[in-house]
C-alpha cells in the first residue's frame, strides 16, 4: 500500500474541500481558491475534518496514482492556508534585478534588458538588489515561473554568475591554467 497515499490529510480550520463528479476537487482557504481535476480512478473521500484517498485495485498504475492525487490535493490546502514561496538569486557583477508594478526587469549581462510579467496568481518580491522571491498559492506555478526566471541565465560553472534558486549548490569548474 503507497505510504503516502494512505495517509489521510488534515483539513485546517477556515478550509473547505470539495469534490465534484469526474473528481474535480476544490479547495477554499483564506488565501484563495484552488481547483484540479484529479485521476477519475482515485476515490477521494471528506470524513470529518480530514480527506482521504483509497484505491481500487493493486496495479502499479494505480498504486502511483495515489500518491500523487494525495499530495496535489495536500499541496492545494498548504497553498490556500500558507502559500508556496521560491527565492531565486542573481549573482554576478553589473547583474541586477528591478521591480515596477507587475513587471520585473533583469539586468543580466545582455544589450538589453530582460522584462517578465507576473502570470495570473503570482507575484515576485524584491529583497535588496539581487534576491527574487516567487510567491503563489500554486505549487505547480511558482515553480515553473521560478524556472522560467532562472532560464534567462542559468549559472556557470567556473565564476557562478547567472540566477540560482538560494538552496541550489552550483558545481565549480577550475578554470584554465596559464603557460609554464
Same mark, same amino acid.
Given at each position: 500500500?503507497?505510504?503516502?497515499?494512505?495517509?489521510?490529510?488534515?483539513?485546517?480550520?477556515? +478550509?473547505?474541500?470539495?469534490?465534484?463528479? &469526474?473528481?474535480?476537487? !476544490? +479547495?477554499?482557504?483564506?488565501?484563495? *481558491?484552488? #481547483?484540479?481535476?484529479?485521476?477519475?480512478?482515485?476515490?477521494?473521500? =471528506?470524513?470529518?475534518?480530514?480527506?482521504?484517498? *483509497?484505491?481500487?485495485?493493486?496495479?502499479?498504475?494505480?498504486?502511483?496514482?495515489? $500518491?500523487? *492525487?494525495? !499530495?496535489?490535493?495536500? &499541496?492545494? =490546502?498548504?497553498? +490556500?492556508?500558507?502559500?508556496?514561496?521560491?527565492?531565486?538569486?542573481? &549573482?554576478?557583477?553589473?547583474?541586477?534585478?528591478?521591480?515596477?508594478?507587475? !513587471?520585473?526587469?533583469?539586468?543580466?549581462?545582455?544589450?538589453?534588458?530582460? #522584462?517578465?510579467? /507576473?502570470?495570473? $496568481?503570482?507575484?515576485? +518580491?524584491?529583497?535588496?538588489? &539581487?534576491?527574487?522571491?516567487?510567491?503563489?498559492? /500554486?505549487?505547480?506555478?511558482?515553480?515553473?515561473?521560478?524556472? #522560467? @526566471?532562472? /532560464?534567462?541565465?542559468?549559472?556557470?560553472?567556473?565564476?557562478?554568475?547567472? @540566477?540560482?534558486?538560494? /538552496? #541550489?549548490?552550483?558545481?565549480?569548474?577550475?578554470?584554465?591554467?596559464?603557460?609554464?
Amino acid at each position: 500500500m503507497s505510504r503516502i497515499g494512505r495517509m489521510p490529510i488534515a483539513i485546517p480550520a477556515g +478550509v473547505t474541500v470539495e469534490v465534484a463528479e &469526474n473528481n474535480k476537487v !476544490t +479547495v477554499k482557504g483564506p488565501k484563495g *481558491t484552488l #481547483e484540479r481535476v484529479l485521476p477519475a480512478e482515485m476515490d477521494i473521500k =471528506v470524513e470529518g475534518d480530514q480527506v482521504v484517498v *483509497t484505491r481500487p485495485n493493486d496495479l502499479k498504475k494505480m498504486k502511483s496514482f495515489h $500518491g500523487l *492525487t494525495r !499530495t496535489l490535493i495536500h &499541496n492545494m =490546502v498548504v497553498g +490556500v492556508t500558507e502559500g508556496f514561496e521560491k527565492k531565486l538569486e542573481v &549573482n554576478g557583477v553589473g547583474y541586477r534585478a528591478s521591480k515596477s508594478g507587475k !513587471t520585473l526587469t533583469l539586468n543580466l549581462g545582455y544589450s538589453h534588458p530582460v #522584462e517578465m510579467t /507576473d502570470p495570473e $496568481g503570482i507575484e515576485t +518580491v524584491m529583497d535588496g538588489q &539581487n534576491i527574487i522571491i516567487v510567491k503563489g498559492i /500554486d505549487k505547480e506555478k511558482v515553480g515553473q515561473f521560478a524556472a #522560467e @526566471i532562472r /532560464d534567462k541565465r542559468r549559472p556557470e560553472p567556473y565564476k557562478g554568475k547567472g @540566477i540560482k534558486y538560494a /538552496d #541550489e549548490t552550483i558545481r565549480r569548474k577550475v578554470g584554465k591554467t596559464g603557460k609554464k
